[in-house]
């Protein structure tokens, strides 16, 4: 008695891995977790429960030319930020690479971007207002109390260690320390920011500013920075370093650069009118 081959079998299975195949993505990206602060407004900040700002957009635009890689954006306070990239918690960052920093996570070879630290803020009413705004040196501050922000390692390299310091954790203190508690007599940010946070606690009155050229590395750069224990580390900083050099990247981050600037004075216009 002859059997009966049953050939039904065979191509169903072939039919159906093959409309998995199909139904698969082609690659699965590799998520990575982006560490940012959540009070660094308008350069990045929470709202409405989602990371937003300047940075994020930037990120975001990098990662879109890495399409291998899919970035997931969280923001804490800064110093717990930096300590979940450095516990793993964390991949990465986007910071000045600083000593401390260099010793748990490698650094992109160019910066993302850059900003203008050669600013100081303080009260026009102070009575050490006129003092500020002639400064030529540090060396004209060293009565004076610096309101300086903890974990900013660049603050640590860069004004020297006679100055006095009171620190706070984050740019709102930064603001309600001289404006309301007059803790100290100034501090150093870049100009959209301090007029963005002034605007926005109602210090826009007796906001002042000086440009000054004393400050060691006052254009700081930023770097993409991933944690020493991530295992691609080298082959996802080189696909980010290779996306920023791309001449659309960068026509894209003026452009954001360009959009941020405007937003923080439309912040500062809109509450005072």
């Known amino acids: 008695m002859r059997l009966k081959t049953n050939y039904w ?17 082609a690659h699965a990206s590799k998520v990575v977790r982006v560490a940012f602060s959540n009070t660094l407004a308008p350069v990045s900040f929470v709202e409405n429960g989602q990371v937003t700002g300047m940075l994020k957009e930037i990120i975001a635009a990098l990662f879109s030319m890495v399409p291998e890689y899919q970035p997931e954006f969280h923001a804490y306070p800064w110093v717990r930020a930096q300590r979940m990239v450095e516990i793993g918690e964390m991949d990465m960052f986007v910071t ?10 490698q650094f ?4 993302i971007y850059s900003r203008e630290y050669g600013n100081l803020v303080f009260d026009r009413d ?21 309101v300086s922000q903890e974990a900013v390692a660049w603050e640590d390299e860069n004004v020297p260690a006679y100055i006095k310091r009171y620190p706070v954790n984050g740019p709102p203190a930064l603001m309600h320390m001289i404006f309301q508690r007059k803790q100290g007599d100034f501090f150093i940010m870049p100009e959209e920011q301090a007029v963005y946070f002034a605007h926005q606690f109602g210090y826009e009155h007796r906001l002042s500013m ?19 224990s991530h295992p691609e580390r080298q082959k996802l900083l080189a ?7 791309r001449p659309e990247f960068q026509a894209r ?6 959009k941020y600037q405007e937003y923080a004075l439309a912040a500062g216009r809109a509450k005072t009118e």
Do not use: T
């Open 9 to 25: 079998f065979p191509k169903v299975l072939l039919a159906c891995l093959l409309a998995c195949a199909l139904a698969a993505p």
């Open 96 to 105: 000045f690479p600083s000593a401390s920093r260099r010793s748990y996570a």
């Open 108 to 111: 992109s070879p160019h910066p």
């Open 126 to 146: 102070n009575p050490n207002a006129a003092r500020i705004a002639a400064a030529r040196s540090f060396e004209d501050l060293k009565a004076l109390v610096f």
């Open 210 to 228: 000086k440009k000054v050229g004393f400050i060691p590395n006052s254009l700081v750069a930023f770097h993409v920075g991933v944690r020493k």
């Open 239 to 245: 696909a980010l370093d290779a996306a920023a050099q």
């Open 253 to 258: 981050k003026r452009a954001i650069e360009r």
